[in-house]
């Protein structure tokens, strides 16, 4: 609550279960179990020498491609696609000019009053404490545009790391049928060796695709499309931040934003 009984309404996000995500994977997965199950004998898929093979083989040689750091950080922005709350930009782009026609009509110093209510939003309280502060709008745009950019960064590293499990998994699965094949050519003396050789053959090939194309891909799709969400809001508060800080009109910055937003996701603040 600011003076003169303003209110700045931030929603505050709660990360929650990405539906999309876990009703794809489970889908995706029971169709195959499905069509496994109605085709014969399930345990005939299970072959712990493939997995072996696909999975250990596939993070041992993503990993050898990235430092460890890069490994660890990777994985927790990964397992966000999982919990990951959506933030709709015209919310964001309504409640900063909330924020900028009250510093407008009182002053930046009224935004004091009205900071703790802007905490469910880091990257939009850092900036808002930067300009109560009198921090110039130039050097607050600049600030909070490199943040924008080392988190951009952060997670086009994590897309890498999908990507390139993608790229090796069928490269995985496909050692593993060289491996297969190798033994049973070097074992047809023996009946009873062809039948194992050759479920590693085909399964490691078989797990290779179901990981590369129904794990990692899509899951490398979905962080990129995130990423790109959560960036659009960012930028959405970096405008705001830098306009109040620079004590613009309301309106500019009205027009400025609409000049991001998709044309479905315009705001008409002040008509």
Known sequence: MANGGETINIRKVK?????ATVIGLICGFGLITA????????????????????VGGTLAITTMCFSMSEIGHSVKIIAKTFFFSSRDPSDAAMQILQVAELARRQG??????VLDG??????????????????????????????????????????????KAA??????????????????????????????AMAVALLTTFYGAVLANMVFSPMASKLERNSAEES?????????????????NPRRLEMLLNSILPPGKRVQYFD
């Open 232 to 248: 659009m809001v960012n930028t959405i508060y970096m405008m705001g931040a830098a306009s109040i800080g620079r004590q613009e």
């Open 15 to 19: 990360s929650s279960m990405d539906m």
């Open 167 to 196: 790229e090796f998994a069928p490269a995985m699965g496909l050692i593993g049928t060289l491996i297969g094949l190798v033994q049973m050519l070097g074992n047809l003396d023996d009946p009873s060796t062809i039948g194992p």
């Open 35 to 54: 069509a496994i199950v109605l085709g014969g004998d399930p345990a005939s898929f299970v072959n712990p020498p493939s997995i072996l093979i696909v």
């Open 118 to 163: 802007l905490r469910p939003e880091p990257f939009l309280y850092k900036g808002m404490l930067m300009v109560v502060d009198g921090t110039p709008g130039e050097e607050v745009e600049l600030i909070m545009r490199r943040d924008l950019n080392a988190t951009l960064t952060r997670h086009h590293k994590s897309t890498n790391v999908l990507r």
């Open 108 to 113: 930046v110093l009224s935004l004091q009053n």
